[in-house]
């Protein structure tokens, strides 16, 4: 039997049984069999091709968010890339006091500045007395130093405030106790900046209050945005106000609460960041 001849019965078209014959090639072509198959090839490349297409398409799409021009159907509650994707400079390479310092001189440097000050602002450290002095001093402007110290000592020292959050005379918490206070910047938002001056805006969560066997003010979660006013002093951006308001706050996930002992052990052993935009 010849390529040319060749007969089918196994099954035929879908299954219905019919026989198929392939007849030969008019040009002789010895391979002309092999060739018959041509609607069935036919099938797969406009397969692999629609495949293909798919694939194309996907990723335009997928990709479609890094493209900073304007579509007249997209949404424009959007973020572009350049707005929450991180500048990928690294901010500082030193800590004065522990605090990270010397920041650039442009819009990346005064977030950067902002971001790490949250953190230094809202730690644990501001409830002891000589901690907080040099928190402030390399935080604040030196023109607004001393005022901003007067009215945090004055705060910070208060024992009704102290009492409420669960801690004594001294800013110590109960024996057996950890005191909690950290601030996890998640993003900054410039809305102004000059050479000289620049105001940024810190969305941040945090976590307060007290771990431990006992605690009546319990490790909570909260979520604020902080707007920095700051000025570029001394070779640095410096603080010379703030204001804070909630939010913006997400839905919280459906999760078990962590023990008193899993909280302290994880605050211990996980060190924080250096912040950069």
Same mark, same amino acid.
């Given at each position: ?68 021009? +304007?579509?007249? =159907? ?20 030193? &800590? ?61 020292? =208060?024992?009704?405030?102290? +009492? ?32 000289? +001056? ?12 007290? =771990? ?18 700051? &000025? ?12 804070? &308001? ?32």
């Amino acid at each position: 039997m010849s390529l040319g001849d060749e007969r089918e019965t196994s099954g035929g078209y879908g299954g219905t049984g019919q026989t198929r014959t392939r007849l030969p090639e008019s040009s002789g072509d010895v391979y002309g069999g092999a060739r018959r198959g041509g609607r069935s090839s036919s099938r797969s490349l406009v397969t692999v091709v629609g495949v293909v297409v798919l694939l194309i398409a996907a990723i335009a799409f997928a990709n479609r968010g890094g493209d900073d021009s +304007a579509s007249p =159907s997209g949404d424009e509650n959007q973020p572009n890339s350049s707005t929450t994707a991180a500048s990928g400079t690294r901010p500082v390479d030193g &800590k004065s006091a522990g605090i990270p310092g010397g920041f650039a001189r442009d819009e990346q440097g005064a977030q950067s500045a902002a971001a790490n000050y949250s953190v230094a602002l809202g730690s644990a450290d501001m409830f002891t007395t000589a901690r907080r002095h040099e928190i402030v001093d390399m935080v604040y402007a030196p023109a607004v130093a001393a005022k901003r110290q007067a009215d945090l000592d004055s705060a910070y020292a =208060s024992e009704k405030f102290l +009492a409420n959050i669960g801690l004594g005379e001294d800013g110590a918490a109960p024996a057996g106790q950890t005191f909690i206070s950290r601030v996890i910047p998640v993003g900054t938002k410039a809305t102004s900046f000059s050479t000289g +001056a620049a105001t940024v805006e810190v969305w941040y969560t945090s976590l307060f209050g007290l =771990s431990g066997e006992g605690s009546t003010n319990p490790v909570a979660e909260s979520w604020y945005t902080t707007t920095y006013e700051l &000025k570029w002093v001394g070779n640095d951006w410096k603080v010379t106000d703030f204001q804070q &308001k909630d939010g913006p706050v997400p839905v919280g996930r459906d999760q078990r609460a962590s023990t008193a002992d899993d909280m302290t052990k994880a605050v211990e052993e996980y060190g924080g960041f250096t912040y950069a935009r």
